[in-house]
């Protein structure tokens, strides 16, 4: 299976790693680490020294309670790295949903779009099927940012999350977008439950029976920083929750996730290449009763 993107076609027969570079003051883990084009671009280049072989990059925060920006001010965070970016070798993603960005973006020579809100806005799902050629991740959001933690969602989140995500990619495909750019996100942590998040994971393969690719982003998330509480007043912060982050991650590639999206790239990919040699045994061995 492979993800058909602007400048190149990703295989996916092996799970791959996508790097998260936040251009923002105030994301939920790592706001102000890339506070202007250098040091995004920094980092870019960090993230594929480290194993990264997709970059996400993002200029709007999409934490619990944060509030919308301003088109011109998230172009302004994002244009400048992206004509770095875009000089690495790799697909590089934008994280946006406002239909501008997506176009502007694209303009530029960028891969793939990187949606929240599964192409809602209006005019966002145009831009894509205009475009001919550019990957799309359509993402699950219960509500929206400001408000999604207020009001999770209610009862199973497995068969909910896979009518919206397939109905998101159907209108697609009516749109004329091939089905093999479009990888699909269950939105792990956009306006669900500690409990649904991870039932999300444990029936992954309900959502991998749409047929599309998954890309899976539990990189930090507060859910992890829930089973790590215990008996501890708080749980622990953003950056101390790696291993269980590294820990979701090769879950999810074990239950047939394509793409997991991470901060920590060099544990995640370390991560991967022992399950890459697991896995090679695995097809090595043959089947009993054979010699």
Not at 14 to 25: A, K, S
Not at 56 to 62: A, K, L, N, R, V
Not at 258 to 284: C, M, P
Request: hydrophobic share 45%; net charge neutral; glycine share 8%.
């Amino acid at each position: 299976m492979k993800w058909a993107t602007t400048r190149f076609e990703v295989d996916l027969s092996q799970p791959r790693i996508m790097g998260i570079v936040n251009v923002t003051p105030d994301s939920f883990s790592d706001g102000g680490d890339c506070a202007d084009a250098r040091s995004a671009l920094r980092r870019c280049e960090t993230l594929l020294e480290e194993g990264a072989e997709l970059l996400d990059i993002g200029g709007e925060s999409t934490r619990p309670g944060s509030p919308p920006l301003p088109l011109q001010e998230e172009l302004a965070r994002i244009m400048p790295v992206l004509r770095g970016a875009l000089q690495l070798g790799i697909p590089v993603s934008v994280d946006t949903y406002k239909p501008q960005v997506m176009q502007a973006v694209l303009d530029a020579g960028v891969d793939i779009i990187n949606d929240v809100r599964a192409l809602r806005e209006p005019g966002a799902s145009a831009v894509i099927a205009r475009h001919g050629s550019c990957g799309v991740c359509l993402m699950h959001m219960h509500r929206e940012p400001r408000t999604m933690q207020q009001a999770p969602m209610q009862g199973d989140a497995v068969p909910q999350v896979r009518e919206f995500l397939e109905q998101r990619a159907a209108a697609l495909l009516q749109q004329g977008v091939q089905r093999s750019r479009i990888v699909l996100d269950p939105g792990i942590g956009f306006g669900k439950t500690v409990a649904q998040n991870f039932a999300l994971l444990a029936r992954q393969e309900a959502l991998l029976a749409m047929g599309f690719p998954l890309l899976v982003g539990w990189s930090r998330k507060s859910s992890l920083g829930a089973a790590l509480q215990g008996s501890a007043a708080t749980p622990p912060p953003p950056r101390q929750r790696l291993v269980a982050g590294v820990a979701a991650a090769l879950m999810a590639v074990e239950r047939g996730a394509s793409v997991v999206r991470v901060h920590d790239v060099k544990a995640t990919a370390d991560a991967l290449a022992v399950w890459r040699q697991v896995r090679t045994q695995q097809l090595a061995q043959p089947e009993v009763g054979t010699s």
